[in-house]
Every structure is written in C-alpha cells, then in structure tokens.
C-alpha cells in the first residue's frame, strides 16, 4: 500500500491492522486470509507464522536502538510499515519478514520502489500525490511494477484511489501518457558541468580549449541540447572555477593548470561548492578553535545539508539548555538565541537569510551528533529532539563520509594539525562511541553497548579479547543486557545470544589480529628492503626462526614468521624483494606498521599467542607443535642459546581458568610483558637516530 506521506504510513499499517484484528475475532481465531476453512495442513503454517512474528517483535526489543511502538501494534497482525524513519533493524527485520511471508501487508512510501526488491501480488495507490506533488507517470510504473513479478506470479493488480477531479489526471497522463524525459545533471541550473570540468582538467584528460570542447562534444548534455549550448555551460563552468581560483591559465602552454585548491577538492571527492565553503570554515577554525569541547570540531564535521528539518520550537528549549562552552561554539558558528526566534516566527530579520538558515539546520544535527558520540542512546536522542531513528542512523554515517572528505582536504592543503584529529572523530561518528572504545569497534558484530561492557570488566585492547576465555566474554555480554545473564530458553533472544556472541567476539577479535600482524609483516619486508638489512622478503610457510627467539630480532620475530603466506606473489626465501611493492623510506615513528607496533608494545606475547592459535584454527598448518616458551628475562637475553629452527605452526593450549578475585580477569599472556619488549625496542636497529 503506497501512501503519500510518512504519518500517512503508520495510520494506515494501524487501521489494517485493528481492520484485521476484528476479522480474525469474528471468525474465532481463524485464518486471516481466504474466506474457505483453511486445512490442517494451512493452519499450521499460519500457526509458524504467527511464532515468526513474535519473534521478529523480540528480536527488534532486544537492539539496543529499540522498537517503534507502531510497528509493535501492526508486526503481530501480519501487518508492517516501511519508510525511512525506521532504524537499519527495523527495517532488515520487516523486509525479511514481508520475503518469507510472515507479513501479508505492507504499507509504505513510493521510496521504497526504487530502492528495495519486494515484489507482491497487488499494490494499492492511496493517493496520486507524492508529498504535495503529483505523482508523475515515471514514479507511478515504478512503483506498479511491484505487482505481477514475472516469474513469481501471472498476473498483478495497480489499485488507484482517487478523487472525482482527479480521475482524467490518472487516465490521461499516468495510463496513457508519456514518461518524463530523462534531463542530464550538467546542465547549467545543476552545477554538475562545474564538478565535470575541473574533474577533467585536474586528471588531465583535458586542458586545452580544443580538449575541453570535445570533451563537452561527448556528453549526453551534447545529445540533448547540442555542442554549442553543451560548450556554452562548459564555459560558465570555466568562468567560475577561475574565479574562484580552482584553475588558471598558462599562456606558455595554452592550457588549464589546477590549483593547491582544486587538487584538495578532487582529491577529497568534495564538490567544487561544498570546497568553497569547507576552505572559509577552516580557514576561520585555523584562527580560533575551541578543544575544550567537542561540539566545534563536530559542526564542521557536519554535512551541509543534513535533509533534517527541526522542530524549531524543541530547538530553541534544547539550545536554552546548553553550557556556556557550548553557547561559546554557537556564537563562534553564527548561532543565537535570537536567530532561533526569528527562525520560529519566519521573521525576514534571520542574518544571512537562505545561509544563515542552513548554519542554524547544521548546528542542529551538530547537537545531536555530539550527544551520540557521548554515547548518548539512540531513543533518547530520537525523543529529545524529535526526530525519528533512522534520520539520525543515516545522519551518522553522511557525517562520518563528510568528515573523511574534509579530513583528506584539510591534509592535501598541508594543514596537517586537522587531519589527525578529524580522522579520530570520524570513528567515532561512524560507530557513535567515545574514543576510549573506538579500538574495540574495529572487531566484527561489536556493538557500542557490548563494547564499553568489555572495557568496563577490563578488555580494553583486540588482543585481551582475543586470548580471552569464551566463557568470560559470555558472562560480561550477559550482564550488559537489561535480561538475566543466565540463557534460559524463556529469556529474550538478547539474553539467549549471550553465549554465541562471546564466542563470535572472540574468533573475530583473533582475526583482527591475524590482519594486523600480516600487515607487520609486509612492513617489515619494506623496511628491511629500504635499510639493505636483507634483500629478500621475510621467510614464509614454516617457522624459519622461533617466534619467542632469544636472539633479539630487528622487528619481533613475529613480522616475519608467524603468518603463512599463500599469495603467489610473495617471495620465496633468498629471491629479491617481492615485485609490486614500492620503495619507500620507513622509520619507527611512521607508517602503518609501526603505529601498531608501538600500540601493541604491552601485548606482544599475547599477540603471539593469538596469531598462532588463529593459524592452527584455520587450518594453514598441523597443530601438533607445543606452547612456545616465554621470552627471557631482559639481563640474560644475550646469553640465551639459540633455540633450533622448528617446522609448523604452533597451537595454542586452552585458555586461563577465570581469576578467583577478579571476575574478568586479563589472560596472564597479556600481563607484565612490557620490560621484554622495551628491551626488544631498543634492541631494533630502526630505532636508531640515523635511521
């Protein structure tokens, strides 16, 4: 059922439902579609349908996001709503349902036409208006073309419901008429010529006049209106990305040449216009930038445009509430309390009119990004400013795309004292944590809740929850649900999924380490390449050198031989370095590799430790071979005898029984490690000064 509004939406997903409600208590209990008595065999699948239902409900109460009380009305009725207020959760739940069958009727906005593959039997029109618009004749065989899938049914149904006065609109222009034309995006009103040029000239596909007309020559603009209009907007385009000193003309060459600017822009993937005002943002931020408070740095993190209009009345209480650091960020963007007011009434006076506007929208999804990124429940934020879940889900990850844009923009400028704390904050818009737990959220199927509950029992590092016990992630994920931590077959499904999701958490933390270590390893082949320490890339397959050697090695052992390789690209031992890697100079304080290094120095034996046990779990080798021996002491390090070389992986044995005094406890690999590596650190050749 196609409605023309979201509240349009969710009243009519409730009158089918109480419609349905009332049918099924006149029959007694019987089957909701079909007027026969249905057979045993029927009944039955009715019966798992219903279980089905129910179970959608509780799986969706268990998110941590919540359930809209809407669709927990309409959901066990066999009746569902989609549109784009829902969470992510919801809607996987309600499509899922409405693919297996559980679900008969769906009502929902044309949106959901284009975007989503649910085909059905009929499909009902309860207006010909999308919005305040009409619908046009495009939108409408898109959206009827749900009903009557070939290959699923033979026939399908379009139900229109229109007005008297509008009944010749539906016949003459939506049954009979024509599709709209397809319009190009270059044309001059849309800006898109502007983004075309300058992306033209910068990757130098064209740069001369006589390149930049044929290059309009063979646009589907061209085909529409003709080269010599196509050429004309190339050269608006021209005009202004001159003006605004994105090119400029080389009369030695007779060429276009991009700017420090327009190689920023391109290179950030950032429109030509959000450049512009991207560039004055930071140029105002470089001169007076608030650190004591977040809130500045996620404004200008912020998209322009959010596609979220607030309530302009809940925005003026929330911004009587704010502290005066942030009412001292409000001023410094160009937010008062007077705007607001004058925003509320549509006063003529707003500064800066269509623009000032835009600053007070952004400011608002500014709030709430930052109440997020504290952590803040999703529900909560959703009632606080009045805005559904959804908005805010995909306001979080266009804010977290915008904030690597700018983040890649500010770097190719060289202001390099923004990157570094933009991309920090970009992990933090996409997962909606505070950066304490950002570490954790780089493991598969972690949630914001389950990750502050492990660092909360002390598992604060991918490597204490890969060599974890199973049994003690399980016990810490049950207690950080609102249900009992015992998984009785009566409780909620998030209760249930305690114990499968220690163990998930587990496995993939083990291969995320996995990862990181491969990445050491490619590390320390172009290092030792650049440092003529050895021409040829680091031995794979069977342990060349112990991984615990008391022999102290230039980077840890691990780098090089705790990974087997299988790429048939990797060298062999005692072949030149592996083709396809560049040259490049490496020290310890750059790089990937050594960032990771250096971040991981308190937990290199349990490192070790995980990276066998994944290797062994994975099948790469026998696991046959015994624990490995910890490492020396750092005094008697080089008095140690080499141990022999060994063929194999290693296995790990079972994890540590759980601490009497400490419920959740570390794994003792994981504990006093840090004199050994310190005294493997500065063992390493590539910590010294002239390195």
Request: aromatic residues 6%; positive net charge; charged residues 20%.
């Amino acid at each position: 059922v196609f409605c023309p509004s979201k509240k349009t939406v969710e009243s009519t997903a409730m009158l089918v439902a109480r419609y349905l409600a009332v049918r099924r208590e006149a029959r007694g209990g019987g089957w909701l579609f079909g007027d026969a008595v249905p057979a045993p065999e029927a009944q039955q699948v009715e019966e798992q349908m219903v279980a089905e239902r129910r179970a959608a409900v509780d799986l969706i109460k268990s998110n941590p996001v919540g359930c809209d009380p809407v669709l927990e009305a309409t959901l066990p009725a066999a009746v569902a709503y989609h549109h784009a207020g829902l969470s992510y959760e919801e809607r996987e739940v309600v499509e899922a349902c409405y693919r297996g069958g559980s679900v008969k009727v769906l009502a929902c906005t044309t949106t959901l036409a284009a975007g989503v593959n649910l085909p059905a039997r009929r499909v009902i029109f309860l207006s010909v208006r999308v919005g305040i618009e009409r619908m046009d004749k495009g939108r409408y065989k898109q959206a009827a073309g749900r009903a009557g899938r070939a290959g699923l049914d033979k026939q399908g149904e379009a139900i229109v419901l229109a007005r008297s006065a509008e009944v010749p609109y539906v016949r003459d222009q939506l049954m009979a008429g024509d599709l709209p034309k397809a319009a190009s995006n270059l044309a001059p009103g849309k800006r898109g010529m502007t983004r075309a040029i300058g992306e033209a000239i910068f990757t130098g596909i064209a740069c001369t006049v006589l390149e930049l007309r044929r290059f309009a020559a063979c646009t589907f603009y061209a085909g529409q209106v003709g080269v010599e209009e196509a050429f004309a907007a190339a050269k608006l385009a021209l005009a202004f990305l001159e003006r605004h000193a994105f090119i400029v003309w080389d009369p030695a060459q007779q060429a276009f040449t991009c700017t420090l600017l327009a190689s920023a822009t391109f290179r950030s993937g950032l429109s030509p216009e959000e450049a512009i005002w991207v560039h004055d943002d930071l140029k105002v931020l470089r001169t007076c930038f608030v650190m004591s408070h977040d809130l500045h740095l996620v404004y200008h993190c912020t998209p322009y445009a959010t596609g979220i209009e607030p309530d302009w009345h809940v925005y003026f209480k929330v911004f009587g509430r704010l502290s005066p650091a942030a009412v001292h960020i409000a001023t410094l963007v160009g937010v008062s309390d007077c705007e607001l007011a004058a925003a509320i009434h549509q006063a003529p006076g707003l500064k800066g009119g269509q623009k000032g506007r835009c600053v007070l929208r952004r400011f608002f999804a500014a709030l709430m990004l930052h109440d997020l990124v504290l952590e803040a429940p999703l529900m909560h934020v959703a009632k606080k400013y009045g805005v559904p879940r959804g908005h805010l889900q995909r306001l979080m990850a266009a804010s977290a795309g915008f904030s690597g844009m700018v983040a890649a923009f500010s770097e190719a400028l060289n202001w390099w004292g923004f990157a570094p704390l933009i991309q920090r904050l970009q992990l933090r818009l996409r997962d909606g944590v505070e950066s304490d737990i950002v570490p954790l959220m780089r493991i598969d199927n972690m949630k914001p809740h389950r990750a502050r509950a492990l660092y909360k029992a002390g598992f604060r590092t991918v490597e204490a929850i890969a060599g974890a016990d199973a049994l003690q992630l399980e016990a810490v994920l049950a207690g950080a649900n609102p249900f009992n931590a015992q998984p009785k077959a009566s409780a909620p499904p998030s209760a249930r999924s305690a114990a499968p999701m220690g163990r998930m958490l587990n496995h993939e933390a083990r291969r995320v380490v996995l990862r990181d270590a491969r990445a050491l390893r490619d590390t320390y082949a172009e290092a030792a390449g650049v440092l003529g320490q050895g021409k040829a890339a680091p031995p794979s397959g069977a342990f060349a050198t112990p991984l615990t050697s008391h022999r102290p090695p230039a980077l840890p052992s691990l780098l090089s031989n705790a990974v087997e390789v299988k790429d048939g690209a990797e060298a062999a031992p005692g072949s030149p370095r592996r083709p396809g890697v560049k040259p490049r100079r490496v020290t310890v304080g750059s790089g990937y590799g050594a960032k990771r290094l250096r971040q991981r120095a308190d937990g290199d034996a349990a490192l070790e430790e995980v990276v066998v046990a994944v290797a062994s779990e994975a099948g790469n080798a026998p696991a046959s071979s015994q624990r490995m021996p910890p490492p020396p002491p750092p005094g008697d390090a080089a008095r140690a005898p080499q141990t022999p070389p060994r063929e194999g992986w290693g296995c790990m044995p079972p994890p540590p029984a759980p601490v009497a005094s400490e419920a959740h406890a570390l794994p003792p690999s994981a504990q006093n490690v840090g004199a050994a590596y310190h005294h493997r650190a500065q063992q390493n050749p590539l910590a010294a000064p002239d390195a």
